[in-house]
């Protein structure tokens, strides 16, 4: 009844998708995050809508409806208008991480990992804990081969080739870690910038217009599931005019150098 594929993002800059009022706290703009690694994602709404988005670039609201469902703000949208293309939320598959010596290190979880393999189907067996790529420049010392982060030292105890684990088949340095570090990892590797907001007639800061904003750095790898509901039309679905990948904006702050990111699409 369904199609699968699968769309892999890299960011090529700093993304925030924000959580809700209510998840916010104080003056920092948070991201969403997963509730169990509490690592970011991008929720599926957010994913079809910047789809739809590109799509009327070069389609007509015909089209964009039929594979994309009415709009919120449609007078079709109180009828039942399923959509034939269903997205799930996009996660993290590798994060990277500063790290001195490296000087990045991209990392992952057990649970970061199953969900990737669910989706794309990875044949390969799942690396243990703490386990390394071929191509680490961890420290040695007493034989034992560390990673230093800033919340410190991190022992290494195998060294594998990750390279099935990388969407591009190309290894980059990177360790796994325990699911019950990663939400730590994850936070200390987020890019964060201070910002005002200014009256609109003069350049002095309002009161209590000092805030930060949280994103995802440059260099995340995300995965996220689609399915493509059969249509009775046997259509094919071509969301960049006929490509499988493009260069795409996503989450907020675009304007400020937010959001860049290389997107494709893959076939099952």
Excluded at 120 to 129: F, K, L, N, R, S
């Amino acid at each position: 009844m369904y199609k699968k594929a699968y769309g892999i993002i890299k960011t090529l800059a700093p993304l925030h998708v924000g959580a809700t009022a209510g998840e916010e706290s104080g003056n920092l703009n948070l991201i969403f995050r997963d509730q169990f690694t509490q690592t970011g994602i991008i929720p599926g709404s957010s994913l079809r809508g910047r789809f739809r988005a590109e799509m009327r670039r070069f389609d007509d609201d015909q089209e964009v409806n039929f594979w994309y469902g009415a709009g919120a703000d449609s007078e079709e949208s109180n009828i039942n208008s399923e959509s034939i293309v269903k997205f799930e939320h996009a996660s993290i598959v590798w994060l990277p991480v500063f790290c001195p010596g490296q000087p990045i290190v991209w990392v992952s979880s057990p649970r970061l990992l199953h969900r990737y393999q669910r989706i794309t189907g990875v044949q390969a067996e799942m690396p243990d804990v703490y386990t390394a790529s071929s191509n680490i420049k961890a420290r040695e010392s007493n034989g034992k081969k560390t990673l230093f982060f800033n919340l410190g030292f991190l022992t290494i105890k195998k060294v594998i080739n990750l390279s099935e684990w990388f969407p591009s088949k190309k290894e980059l340095p990177a360790v796994i870690v325990d699911d019950s570090d990663i939400a730590m990892i994850h936070d200390m590797a987020l890019y964060r910038q201070s910002r005002v907001r200014l009256k609109n007639e003069q350049k002095v800061v309002e009161t209590g217009g000092f805030f930060n904003t949280e994103a995802l750095p440059e260099g995340t790898i995300l995965v996220f599931p689609i399915a493509l509901r059969n249509n009775k039309v046997d259509r094919k679905w071509e969301p960049f005019a006929g490509k499988t990948d493009t260069d795409i904006y996503l989450g907020g702050l675009e304007s400020i150098g937010f959001g860049h990111c290389e997107l494709n699409i893959v076939e099952n």
